[in-house]
Nanobody, 120 residues
């Protein structure tokens, strides 16, 4: 079992910043992809940013230039630095990790979600 524990959400005014963290724990051999998704009320879950074990990144167009994803491979932890936040960034943010367990089996896990609310 691989569990993801998120932290760092909260309430912030427009233009402000937040940093999300997500730590993966369990029988992990490797994590190929770690990333963040978000889901606003009444909308589908969407990709925000993803990072590979090699450091390659991909961002949603709506957050490019404002959000930065990074990871600490030794700690199996991924971060999302969110700057210049807008009210439309308000959503529940979910961490996602994909990789291989110590048993050699693939895994894909989700965090419990953390609320980010941006006031105008």
């Amino acid at each position: 079992q691989v569990q993801l524990v998120e932290s760092g959400g909260g309430l912030v005014q427009a233009g402000g910043s937040l940093r999300l963290s997500c730590a993966a724990a369990g029988n992990i051999l490797s994590t190929n992809y770690m990333g963040w998704y978000r889901q606003a009320p009444g909308k589908q879950r969407e990709l925000v940013a993803v990072i590979t074990s090699g450091g390659s990144t991909k961002y949603a167009d709506s957050v490019k230039g404002r959000f930065t994803i990074s990871r600490d491979n030794a700690k199996n932890t991924v971060y999302l630095q969110m700057n210049t936040l807008k009210p439309e960034d308000t959503a529940v943010y979910y961490c996602n990790a994909q990789g291989t367990t110590d048993w050699g089996t693939p895994f894909r896990s989700w965090g419990q979600g953390t609320q980010v609310t941006v006031s105008s």
